[in-house]
């Protein structure tokens, strides 16, 4: 309990004190027991480098799937006008629709 009451004596405080310290040593001595595999790094390395491998291999795959769609979603679009031949430019004749070459007044 943290209490910050006037009334508190130097025996909680000391208790309190006590306590921390006994905390740190048990923490100490447990963290002190620990012991790391002599091949954590290189494991930890491996699996890292597998994860970026798959990343990269996915993020190819979407670009090809992307690309190969918008290719063939072009390709359908453009295949998809009419055969028959199309007036493009309908002016008046005289007019460069006509392929005449206007004359230059003056």
Known sequence: MNDTSPDRTDNDHAEQSRTEKELSEALEALAGGVRAA?????????????????????LAVLIAVVFTLATLIGLWVLNQTPSDPHVIFSGAPGTAASGGIPAASG
């Open 38 to 58: 002599p091949d954590a790094y290189r494991t930890a390395r491996g699996e890292w480098l597998r994860r970026e491998r798959r990343r990269r291999l996915v």
